[in-house]
Nanobody, 123 residues
Framework: QVQLVESGGGLVQAGGSLRLSCAAS????????MGWFRQAEGKERELVAA????????DYADSVKGRSAITRDNSKNTVFLQMNSLKPEDTAIYYC????????????????WGQGTQVTVSS
């Protein structure tokens, strides 16, 4: 069992930045892939960014490419999402997730989910 604890959400003005963090309770094959999904009110959950264990494979939603960066620190079982130039449409609950394969993760099938952290971008 893997527990994922997110932090770093909050209220920010458009054009600002946020850094989300997510710490996993254990180091195991179940955190080979880690990343973030988000769900805005009235919309389906979507992949924001993903990263594999070595950091050599990443994937981003088109909507955040060029203004977001996902990284991880395996010594701390932690993944980070730096988001810049935030827009009101980035407002959503952001969920950390992990899984044992990168392919299934980016297909929207991670094994474990965090509780979510609210990100609100004001215009």
């Amino acid at each position: 069992q893997v527990q994922l604890v997110e932090s770093g959400g909050g209220l920010v003005q458009a054009g600002g930045s946020l850094r989300l963090s997510c710490a996993a309770s254990v180091s195991s094959a179940h955190i080979y892939a880690m990343g973030w999904f988000r769900q805005a009110e009235g919309k389906e959950r979507e992949l924001v960014a993903a990263i594999d264990w070595a950091g050599t494979a990443t994937d981003y939603a088109d909507s955040v490419k060029g203004r977001s960066a996902i990284t991880r620190d395996n010594s701390k079982n932690t993944v980070f999402l730096q988001m810049n130039s935030l827009k009101p449409e980035d407002t959503a609950i952001y969920y950390c997730a992990s899984g044992s394969t990168f392919a299934s993760f980016i297909q929207g099938k991670p094994s474990y989910w965090g509780q979510g952290t609210q990100v609100t971008v004001s215009s």
